[in-house]
């Protein structure tokens, strides 16, 4: 009886362990003994071993198609790439040797429109007369995003005159009183360094503006007009040396950012080329 009970109770466990796996109820022998267990695990090593063998040959395709494929160079390969950063342009010039840099950045004459190129100068000064042909050619080749403006120095009586005699050119310019202002800007050098016309006397430098074609009322008109004082005022103020710190011309401003010159570059023909640099500089900016 007791025998009878056990048994019963191991068929009720076997068709609960059917249904709950959702499998097709089969018949279950009557004499369960310890080789149930020991089928089931045989069943279960057997999925197992027909999986890994699946796998396996899953592996060996793949690699076989790679290796055809490398054979055949029929091999197309997609890989995720990083952005590779462009790289920073290599500059020649070196600041605190070829050129300054004005900290922190100072105004500019004109708008943000163009990288400005400022050359401060003197008309008395022989190395402003040399450096002349120089950058008069670079002006005439300027990129067409450079705007090159020319400011005098006015360190002493003589170059205030001389600051006022050339704005009151470019204001005669911008009236159409003066029709060519580079030839007029070439002859007040040529006075200086050829004829030793120092031009700080009103009469002489009168006369030099009749010689363009200028009338005494025009040049009246302009000497004292609010046009030429502000211009001044703001040359002074930007050579200063809280500014620019002009302490020697001919001097070079790009953009109130970088000053050089001759000395700081090795001479008129390098002093062009830190120039063009800086302007590429502020360009890439």
Not at 86 to 92: F, G, K, L, Q, S
Not at 132 to 150: C, M, Q, Y
Not at 263 to 282: D, F, M, Q, S
Request: aromatic letters at 10%; one cysteine or more; charged letters at 25%.
């Amino acid at each position: 009886m007791k025998t009878m009970n056990t048994r019963t109770l191991l068929l009720s466990l076997a068709f609960v362990a059917l249904a709950a796996c959702g499998q097709e109820e089969t018949p279950v022998e009557e004499t369960l003994g310890d080789e149930a267990p020991v089928e089931q695990t045989e069943a279960e090593e057997q999925v197992e071993a027909a999986a890994d063998e699946a796998a396996s040959d899953e592996i060996e395709v793949v690699e076989e198609s790679a290796a055809v494929a490398e054979e055949t160079g029929d091999t197309e390969i997609i890989l995720a790439q990083a952005e590779v950063p462009a790289e920073a342009p290599t500059y020649r010039y070196r600041e605190g040797q070829h050129f300054e840099r004005l900290v922190p950045t100072q105004p500019t004459f004109g708008g943000a429109d163009k990288v400005e190129v400022v050359e401060y100068f003197w008309y008395g000064c022989p190395h402003c007369y040399d450096f002349e042909p120089t950058i008069n050619s670079w002006d005439a080749e300027k990129p067409a995003n450079v705007r090159f403006v020319r400011a005098p120095i006015m360190w002493n009586p003589a170059a205030e005159v001389h600051a006022q005699l050339y704005y009151t050119a470019e204001a005669l310019v911008r009236t159409g009183d003066l029709e060519n202002g580079a030839a007029f800007h070439a002859a007040v050098f040529d006075e200086f360094h050829r004829r030793r016309n120092q031009l700080t006397r009103m009469d002489a430098i009168r006369a030099l503006f009749e010689r363009f074609g200028v009338s005494d009322a025009a040049f009246d008109r302009e000497w004292n007009g609010f046009w030429v004082s502000q211009q001044m005022r703001t040359a002074r103020d930007l050579a200063s040396p809280r500014r620019y710190n002009i302490t020697g011309v001919p001097a070079i401003v790009v953009n109130g950012k970088y000053r050089t010159g001759a000395t700081e570059a090795g001479g008129y023909p390098e002093l062009i080329n830190v120039i063009n640099e800086l302007v590429e500089r502020e360009t890439a900016r």
